[in-house]
C-alpha cells in the first residue's frame, strides 16, 4: 500500500524532550520506508512553515515531544495549512497535555487518579512557601510527588518523603513549567496502556509493567537500554489487567483523542488502576512502551502507522 503519496515525519523542536523526539522520528521514518512508503523526516524550525506551503506532503505524522508539539500549536499549524495529521485534535492536546486537567476529565468519567493540588509558582512566593507547604503536607500526606502541571520524560519531577524536600522539589518542578502539580504518591505497580484506533474505535495494547533498575523511572531510566525491565503483558490479575484497558480507553474517549495514546497507571495495593496522565505523541523509540506493545499484541509498527496515516488522509477528505 503505496498511495499515500509523501508522508512528513515532523520531530526535534526546541523541547527538552527534543532528543527523545529526533530519535522517535528516525525510527518511524525508517520503519515507513521499510513498507514501501515515501516518507521524509523534517526537524521542527523557522523553515518548517515555508517548506510546508512550497512542497504540501499527503500526510503529517507529528512526533514532536514536550511544547508545541503536544499542547496542540503543531495541529493547529497544520489545520491553517489544511494538511491532514494522524493524531489528535488541537483542543484535545490542550486538555490531555495539561495533567490537572486530564485528571479531573479523567476523574468526572469514574476514573480513579490520585489526590492531588495544582498551585502557580506565584502561590509560593505571594503567600508564604513555608505555610503553603505546611498545608500541603496536612491535605495530601507523605510521601508525594511534585510535578510540572504539563511536560513529558519525567524533567522536573521530584519524590518528597520528607517536608523539608518539598520546597526543593518544587523549584526543580518549577524549572519547566510555572504551574505544579503536587500529587499524592501511590505505592504499586507503574503500567503504561497504549492506545490504537485505526478506525473502528479504540482499542488497548497489553499492558507494560514497568521496572526501573534504579527504583525511579526517570529520564535515564526511559531512554537508556537496560536500565529498566519491561513486562508485557504486565504481571498481574486479569481482572486488573481488563480494569486498566478499560480506563485507559475511556481516558482517550473522554479527552476527545484519536488514532493513538497512552495512559500511565500505578496499580495499588487494592488492584486499582490509578490514573497519572495520558500522552497524545507516544514514544517511538527502542525503549518506548507503546511500540513494545504493539509488538506483544502481534502489530508492525510500521503497518500500524501506516494504516494511521491513511485514514487520517481519509479523514480530511470527508470534510
Known amino acids: 500500500m503505496t498511495d499515500l503519496g509523501r508522508v512528513l515525519v515532523l520531530a526535534g523542536g526546541l523541547s527538552p524532550e527534543r532528543e ?37 506532503p499527503d500526510v503529517v505524522i507529528p512526533v514532536l515531544h514536550g511544547a508545541s508539539g503536544e499542547d496542540g500549536t503543531i495541529r493547529e499549524v497544520l489545520d491553517l495549512f489544511g494538511l491532514p495529521y494522524v493524531g489528535a485534535a488541537p483542543v484535545a492536546c ?13 476523574s468526572a468519567a469514574g476514573i480513579a487518579t490520585p489526590p492531588a493540588v495544582t498551585l502557580p509558582r ?25 510535578k510540572p502541571r504539563a511536560g513529558g520524560s519525567a524533567f522536573g519531577v521530584s519524590f518528597v518523603e520528607e517536608p523539608g524536600q518539598l520546597a526543593e522539589a518544587l523549584m526543580a518542578c518549577f524549572g519547566y513549567h510555572d504551574w505544579a502539580l503536587i500529587e ?35 529520564y535515564a531510566a526511559r531512554y537508556t537500554p537496560g536500565a529498566t525491565a519491561f513486562h508485557i503483558p504486565a504481571r498481574l490479575g486479569q481482572d486488573v489487567l481488563r480494569a486498566a484497558a478499560a480506563s ?37 523509540t527502542d525503549t518506548s512502551t507503546w511500540p513494545m506493545a ?17 485514514a487520517a488522509s481519509r479523514r480530511l477528505g470527508s470534510r
Open 248 to 284: 485507559a480507553v475511556t481516558a482517550h474517549r473522554v479527552l476527545g483523542l484519536r488514532d493513538l495514546s497512552r495512559a500511565d497507571f500505578i496499580i495499588d495495593t487494592d488492584g486499582t488502576a490509578q490514573f497519572l496522565e495520558v500522552n497524545v505523541a507516544p514514544g517511538l
Open 94 to 106: 490542550r486538555a490531555a497535555f495539561d495533567k490537572a486537567t486530564a485528571k479531573a476529565t479523567a
Open 20 to 56: 527523545v523526539s529526533l530519535r522517535s522520528g528516525r525510527r518511524l521514518r525508517d520503519e515507513l520506508e521499510r513498507v514501501g512508503i515515501d516518507a521524509e523526516l523534517r526537524d521542527v524550525d523557522g523553515s518548517t512553515l515555508p517548506t510546508l506551503a512550497a512542497a504540501r
Open 122 to 146: 506565584e502561590a509560593f512566593h505571594d503567600l508564604g512557601a513555608a505555610a503553603l507547604i505546611d498545608r500541603l503536607v496536612a491535605r495530601l500526606g507523605l510521601p508525594l510527588v511534585v
Open 184 to 218: 499524592r504518591a501511590v505505592a504499586g505497580v507503574e503500567i503504561a496502556v497504549g492506545i490504537l484506533d485505526t478506525g473502528d474505535g479504540p482499542v488497548a495494547l497489553p499492558a507494560v509493567e514497568i521496572q526501573p533498575v534504579s527504583g525511579v523511572y526517570d
Open 294 to 310: 504493539l509488538h506483544a499484541a502481534g502489530l508492525d509498527l510500521a503497518v500500524a502507522c501506516r494504516d494511521l496515516a491513511a
